[in-house]
């Protein structure tokens, strides 16, 4: 099964602790008003790559603390993400999965393929976006939403290591620009190409 990718970064440090890879699928069910992400809201056919590839690609990049699910929803992928995350746990890596859906949802859905998505994730940030609930919590977009440390391997302490607002900006070889991170609103990310 593949996994329906509206963007990739090698590389972020405002996306969970330390150094991360992020995977912005495509697609989200919610639409919570607000939401910075309107164009991930479609379910349209973007980057289809394989749970392998995308493993390799997270495995050969040195120094590299893990990958963040973000979206768009994942556990709309939830299947395919698992996956990765089940093939990059292996090498000591590590998953934080962004989810809209309440963590009582998540925790309490029969659904196998969420079951698995949560077993392979480390730090979960769920709930949906509420524009007029703003927080200054690192990762959260508003004040309902909850981190979940799901395993020892990304420690308490790792976070918070900088505040809420951190925003990103990379330029790629190719003169692409990518923007993410904790504006003043919801979490969001962005790609441009350079002029
Ligand atoms: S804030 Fe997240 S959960 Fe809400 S509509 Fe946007 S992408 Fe979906």
């Excluded at 989200?28 to 164009?39: A, I, M, V, Y």
């Excluded at 990059?88 to 969420?114: D, H, K, M, N, Q």
Aim: glycine share 10%; net charge neutral.
């Amino acid at each position: 099964m593949k996994i329906n990718c509206a963007g990739f970064l090698d590389r972020s440090r405002v996306n969970g602790p330390g150094e991360r890879a992020v995977l912005w699928v495509q697609g989200c069910p919610l639409h919570c008003p607000g939401c910075f992400n309107r164009s991930l809201w479609s379910f349209k056919k973007t980057h289809l790559i394989s749970a392998e590839d995308v493993a390799e690609t997270i495995i050969s990049l040195p120094g590299i603390d893990g990958i963040t699910f973000s979206g768009g929803e994942p556990f709309c992928q939830a299947l395919p993400l698992a996956e990765v995350g089940n093939l990059i746990r292996r090498e000591g890596l590590s998953v934080v999965t962004f989810s809209g859906f309440p963590a009582e949802v998540l925790f309490s859905s029969g659904r196998s393929a969420w079951r698995e998505l949560i077993r392979v994730t480390d730090l979960l940030v769920a709930g949906p976006y509420i524009r007029d609930a703003p927080c200054g919590t690192s990762l959260c977009g508003s004040r309902n939403q909850e981190i979940l440390h799901l395993s020892t391997r990304i420690p308490r302490t790792a976070y918070p290591e900088r505040d809420a607002r951190s925003v990103e900006f990379t330029i790629s070889r190719h003169g692409e620009i990518t923007t993410t991170g904790f504006p003043e609103m919801s979490f969001f990310y962005q790609k441009e190409e350079c002029g």
